[in-house]
């Protein structure tokens, strides 16, 4: 059967999109896509798997989902939570010891770690403070904690480790329920919660009710497990500026809220599985995560492990919105109900500054790819 000659111009505009993406942006080592729509399905590459090999990035490889990752401890979650074995509006130290909670979240003198939820945790609306990016920031611009990664390359961090540093070292920004703050250290917090309440590492958690199920077979939790395959091992690297950070075992820090390496495919399989609630038994999880809420950021909004991207307030009349998540590295796993459109894929370099600038904090490879998909 031939093909349209419109998807073929389609699918050479997505490869040209990737090559400019490359070329243009000096910092970006590759990019990678893959989009799935009615009728048209594409997977693509350009550029480099890393910097010191030369290697050609292809559209198979592995990435780092980074903070995609909070939507899979999210989903997890919900699924134990339909399990009666979590109630997401519990406080956590009826799941935690004193001892990762005290004097974690105070706020004018009284300490609530204790009585955050899971549902807080979830949707960035606990208080506490993000190890990664908060804190005053270095004369390099580096936060401290980047400094710390950086610093010890070769530490390979525990999640209590992570509580441990951010009590030492950083404050609570207000009490439970009253704002809206993104916090990697949450997502640690619910991983631990997972962990106890399960008594099984949250990467045999991940497989068992996730990547198993839904065939996922690329996915795996970075240091904590053996690549599941050969194609798994094959790892695009992540730049920070010219920081080789694929390289650092101190990124073992990201875990819950980051620490899984995937596939474009994979994410892919995982996202339409959601959309079309295959995830859950109860189609009401689904719709609680999916509960969204002002970020004070314009645009952008927040649910349980995901994001939402009103692209009417972003500058884009007429498309609509955009729900997934997207990474620190550029990663991206997003989906379009104006095409039925799921686009997955990574520029893996977190300070690219891209020609496109609609939405940020997604790639600028974005609303290049939905002007291409745009019915008519």
């Known amino acids: 059967m031939a093909i349209p000659l419109q998807a073929i111009e389609r699918e050479e505009a997505f490869q040209r999109l990737l090559y400019r993406s490359v070329t ?3 910092t970006v080592p590759g990019a990678m896509l893959r989009v799935e729509a009615p009728g048209f399905n594409w997977a693509g590459a350009a550029g480099l798997r890393d910097r010191v090999s030369g290697a050609p990035l292809r559209p198979g490889d592995g990435f ?9 401890t999210a989903t997890l979650c919900l699924q134990l939570a339909e399990d009666g074995e979590l109630d997401l509006d519990r406080g ?3 799941y935690l010891p004193n001892s990762v909670l005290d004097d974690l979240h105070v706020v004018r003198g009284l300490d609530r770690g204790r009585f955050i939820t899971l549902r807080q945790l979830l949707g960035h609306t606990s208080g506490l403070a993000d190890h990664f990016s908060d804190g005053r920031p270095l004369d390099d611009g580096r936060s401290a904690f980047m400094a710390e990664l950086t610093n010890d390359p070769e530490r390979l961090w525990q999640p209590e480790a992570m509580i441990d540093w951010t009590r030492d070292h950083l404050t609570a920004h207000f009490a439970p329920a009253a704002g809206w703050h993104y916090s990697d250290t949450g997502f640690v917090l619910a991983g631990l919660v997972i962990e106890a309440v399960t008594t099984m590492p949250l990467h045999q958690l991940y497989r068992a009710k996730i990547f198993r199920p839904l065939g996922m077979h690329e996915t795996y939790m970075l240091f904590r497990e053996a690549p599941t395959s ?5 790892v695009s690297q992540p730049y920070v500026g010219d920081l080789h950070y694929g390289g650092l075992r101190s990124i073992s820090a990201d875990w819950a809220s980051g620490g899984l390496v995937t596939t474009a495919a994979d994410l892919a399989r995982f ?3 959601f959309v079309e609630d295959r995830v859950f038994r109860d189609h009401r999880s689904r719709q609680s995560m999916m509960a969204w809420r002002p970020t004070g950021e314009r645009g952008v909004s927040y649910g349980l492990g995901m994001r939402h991207f009103n692209l009417e307030e972003l500058g884009a009349p007429g498309f609509g919105e955009l729900w997934g998540h997207t990474s620190f590295l550029k990663g991206f796993m997003l989906y379009w109900p104006s095409a039925d459109a799921v686009i997955c894929g990574t520029e893996n370099q977190s300070e ?3 020609v496109f600038s609609l939405l940020r904090p997604v790639s600028s490879l974005v609303p290049a790819i939905l002007r ?3 019915p008519g």
């Open 24 to 26: 243009l942006q000096k």
């Open 64 to 72: 780092h989902a980074a903070s995609i990752t909070k939507m899979f």
């Open 92 to 94: 956590i130290g009826a």
């Open 230 to 234: 050969f194609a798994a091992a094959v």
């Open 271 to 273: 996202l339409q599985a």
């Open 352 to 354: 690219a500054a891209g």
């Open 372 to 374: 291409l998909l745009a």
